[in-house]
């Protein structure tokens, strides 16, 4: 089963409007049009319109969210909806990030309910797990693992899911500079892809991309994506520059 690898940029809460175009200007001209590997960026929400302006012409980057909230619309001050990002065009949503967990207490409930609101609309989840250094040093890696999925992921459509992308982001390499081993990695990702075997049939769990997230630098990407289930990486820091994270794109294809 070969899985084409995606790499995302998660801007988190940086670039504006006008920086994001000057990046994305940048960093079209750097790929020249054409790339082994599905890209993808994340803006902020204020971010995304210009940021599909800037992406017009392109054949190579997609455009997602870093968020979304689960209802269609009502009395929920300071939310984005699903129907507001498709209708800027956005391809994927984020959910789930280590960050809307630890800071906004997003909990894996919630984020069932976002992954079920944007299966309902045809757009694409890049849903997060991973454990803590605390969880994996007290033994619960495949505990936590799955129970974010089982609980994440409750009554998804495999259908849907063969479309899904997963990252296991390891909460302890999150902007730490310490990113797990290849071996660490492909182990994790291995257990992933075996609990969505189980949830949701072999054939749909050998579709489904999982990225890995956590210090991907341009020095590591090419042994990180050499692991047989490693299918990409969601990537924080080093995508802020779009030397960097060109760079990331190129040594992942
Ligand atoms: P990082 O962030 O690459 O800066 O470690 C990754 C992420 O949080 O998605």
Redesign the pocket.
Known sequence: MSRRPIIAA?WKMHKGPAEATEFIDEFENLIGGSSAVDIVISPAFVALGAAKGALANSDTTGLAAQNCHFEEKGAFTGEVSIGMLTEIGVDYVIIG?SERRSIFGEDDAIINAKAKALHAAGVKPIICIGETLEEREGGQLEAVLRRQLEVGLEGLSADKMAEAVIAY?PVW???TGKTAGPDEAQEAHAFVRKVLGELFGEEVAAKIRIQY????KPANTAELMAQPDVDGA?????SLEPGSFSEICKNAG
């Open positions: 998660n990030h982001e390499a999150i902007g997230g956590g210090s991907v969601l990537v924080g820091g080093a």
